[in-house]
């Protein structure tokens, strides 16, 4: 419920009442994506939307913000110890000295998306332990307008099914394309997915070598499509599904169909305006994946 508070100045005050907590939302009519015409009272209606989806891939995981307190024109900067003052509600995790938020709850993600948070990238492990959640092979293109992109992505996952793995497309939200493969939580360590990623790059670098690269330094690329598996790894992050994105059309991360690659869709088709239908329609697409087995291929490598 949105309760409307007072004017001082320029500044605007209301509340919002979420689960019991009250939460305070500044300037709630500030425009944070203006091309797309989304004010931040508007972006914390698209959140709750969102909410079920996105809190699933950042539920006890760390998490990384970036934060756009004057909307996605205006300056930024990454948030990655829990803001200061911290509400009761707010839960914590520590890694490395560093204590993040752990969203968990609706609340939590309404309070960071008063902060302008409007990027929500989480680790690639859970507070937990040091095993991975998934597995994830994120396709970087060299540069910033890449055609190739959903062709590209459509040849990792034929690499992938001929090595019995099933996989599905999402889109980073930014300019990339990131396979995920479901794997059953603790069988796997990140040490074997970088092994497999390896291969799985090698593989198509040599099939393909006008379209793929492994070479990490961007200088050296060209217009080749980086298979990034090395960023896959204890301690980093990387877009969480259906975090929205900072870019002019209000991208949201959103997984695919694989039939949507082949008529070669666009990123820029999936934003916060459309989402809402689009979760209405397909749900979840990677909860419809069961976890795969890599102990064909690992069997291989060993």
Partial sequence: MWKRGT??????????????HEITVTNPEKVLWPKAGITKL?????????????????????????????GIEGKSFYQKAVPKP????????????ITYVNLDSLPTLIWLGNLACLEFHSSFHYTTDDLPAEWIVDLDPS?????RIMHAALLVGEALSTMGIESIPKTSGATGIQIVIPIQHGQYTFE?????????????????????TIERLKK????????DYLQHWQGKTMSAPYTPRARTCATVSTPLRWEELQNNCRIE?????????RLAEYGDLIQRIEPQSLEAVLSILH
């Fill in 7 to 20: 004017q001082v100045g320029v500044s605007i005050k209301g509340t919002v009442l979420i689960e019991g």
């Fill in 42 to 70: 508007e972006y914390l209606q698209k959140l709750t939307i969102l909410a079920p989806y996105l809190l699933h891939y950042c539920k006890n995981r760390y998490l990384t913000t970036i934060r756009f307190p004057n």
């Fill in 86 to 97: 911290t509400p009761s509600f707010v839960h914590t995790a520590t890694l490395q000295g």
């Fill in 143 to 147: 540069v910033e307008v890449e055609p």
């Fill in 192 to 212: 074997q997915l970088r092994l497999v990623g390896h291969f799985l790059g090698n593989y198509l670098t040599k099939k393909y070598p006008d379209l793929f």
């Fill in 220 to 227: 050296n690329r060209g217009n080749l499509i980086y298979v």
């Fill in 269 to 277: 088709d999936f934003t916060l305006h459309t989402i809402e239908q």
